[in-house]
């Protein structure tokens, strides 16, 4: 069976990009647009392998989301890796602090992304 | 940006009238800038540089997204290059609009670029404009100021 992966995002055309570099990698994906919506679809899927999370988004940022996976016990062991245009060093320590995986910069490299996503999912 | 997208840009002489149709402005804050960027261009060029998987539809929907996102990593650029003086912006999220004829107009800000590019004949402008504090200093980079981490790099932790 596929593994699924969340993938939160405001940019549908970026959720697009994604989804289509995991699906041809054989990967099961779902889509949020944003904070709120992420944790919504985190709470209802039980069996997500990992969340692919932007940083900058309207309602609840990922670095709030990201808080709110670790603080919550049901999945504070879900993998996040986090997807975003930032690059500043204070936001990358925040998300390692808060306990993401991985941080990459936009625009990303499919192959890197998906390589990425492989080693975080092993143990799913 | 263009470029890595695939439309490189030239510089658009000031005399051309520019005809775009869609753009998007970002806001941006901070204890020294704050300000707003605009990218206007037009629905033919966005729909050129949708990513290629993307590109058959070219729907407006999808349109406004990408111009939302496009601005995104451009203002995102110049906080990531503004980081080295120690400049550090918090941006919004993008206001995307679609229209004839936008017109800009100056809000009194102390620091004001407007940029004209074409690629062909589609044109794209982005307006830079921000109001600075008197302790902005861009003339020297900070040896301390920790720097970006690059485009399309990926780090585990």
Request: aromatic letters at 4%; proline letters at 5%; a negative charge.
């Given at each position: 069976m596929?593994?699924?992966?969340?993938?939160?995002?405001?940019?549908?055309?970026?959720?697009?990009?994604?989804?289509?570099?995991?699906?041809q990698?054989?990967?099961?994906?779902?889509e949020?647009?944003?904070?709120?919506?992420?944790?919504?679809?985190?709470?209802?899927?039980?069996?997500?392998?990992?969340?692919?999370?932007?940083?900058?988004?309207?309602?609840?940022?990922?670095?709030?989301?990201?808080?709110?996976?670790?603080?919550?016990?049901?999945?504070?062991?879900?993998?996040?890796?986090?997807?975003?245009?930032?690059?500043?060093?204070?936001?990358?320590?925040?998300?390692?602090?808060?306990?993401?995986?991985?941080?990459?910069?936009?625009?990303?490299?499919?192959?890197?992304?998906?390589?990425?996503?492989?080693?975080?999912?092993?143990?799913? | 940006?263009?470029?890595?997208?695939?439309?490189?840009?030239?510089?658009?002489?000031r005399?051309?009238?520019?005809?775009?149709?869609?753009?998007?402005?970002?806001?941006?804050?901070?204890?020294?800038?704050?300000?707003a960027?605009?990218m206007?261009?037009?629905?033919?060029?966005?729909?050129?540089?949708?990513?290629?998987?993307?590109?058959?539809?070219?729907?407006?929907?999808?349109?406004?997204?990408?111009?939302?996102?496009?601005?995104?990593?451009?203002?995102?650029?110049?906080?990531?290059?503004?980081?080295?003086?120690?400049?550090?912006?918090?941006?919004?999220?993008?206001?995307?609009?679609?229209?004839?004829?936008?017109?800009?107009?100056?809000?009194?800000?102390?620091?004001?670029?407007?940029?004209?590019f074409?690629?062909?004949?589609?044109?794209?402008?982005?307006t830079?404009d921000?109001?600075?504090?008197?302790?902005?200093?861009?003339t020297?980079?900070l040896?301390?100021?920790?720097?970006?981490?690059?485009?399309?790099?990926?780090?585990?932790?």
């Open positions: 596929s593994k699924k992966v969340i993938v939160i995002d405001d940019s549908v055309t970026v959720r697009q990009q994604v989804g289509m570099a995991l699906r990698a054989g990967f099961e994906v779902i949020a647009a944003d904070g709120d919506e992420g944790a919504e679809l985190i709470e209802k899927t039980a069996d997500a392998a990992m969340v692919i999370c932007d940083v900058n988004m309207p309602r609840m940022n990922g670095l709030e989301l990201l808080e709110l996976i670790k603080k919550d016990g049901k999945h504070a062991t879900l993998p996040v890796l986090m997807l975003t245009t930032e690059g500043q060093p204070q936001l990358i320590e925040r998300a390692k602090k808060g306990g993401a995986k991985g941080w990459v910069v936009k625009p990303f490299k499919p192959e890197l992304l998906v390589a990425a996503v492989k080693k975080l999912t092993l143990s799913a | 940006l263009l470029d890595s997208v695939g439309a490189p840009l030239e510089p658009l002489p005399t051309v009238a520019v005809t775009d149709d869609v753009g998007a402005s970002i806001g941006f804050t901070g204890p020294v800038l704050r300000g960027l605009v206007t261009s037009t629905r033919r060029l966005v729909r050129k540089v949708l990513p290629a998987d993307l590109a058959a539809e070219g729907t407006d929907p999808q349109i406004a997204d990408w111009t939302g996102e496009l601005a995104n990593q451009l203002l995102r650029r110049i906080k990531n290059k503004l980081l080295a003086y120690g400049v550090v912006l918090e941006m919004s999220t993008p206001t995307v609009f679609f229209g004839l004829e936008l017109a800009r107009k100056h809000t009194g800000s102390t620091v004001r670029r407007e940029l004209a074409r690629h062909g004949d589609e044109p794209l402008v982005v830079f921000a109001q600075t504090s008197k302790d902005i200093d861009l020297t980079p040896e301390e100021a920790a720097a970006a981490v690059a485009e399309g790099d990926l780090t585990l932790f």
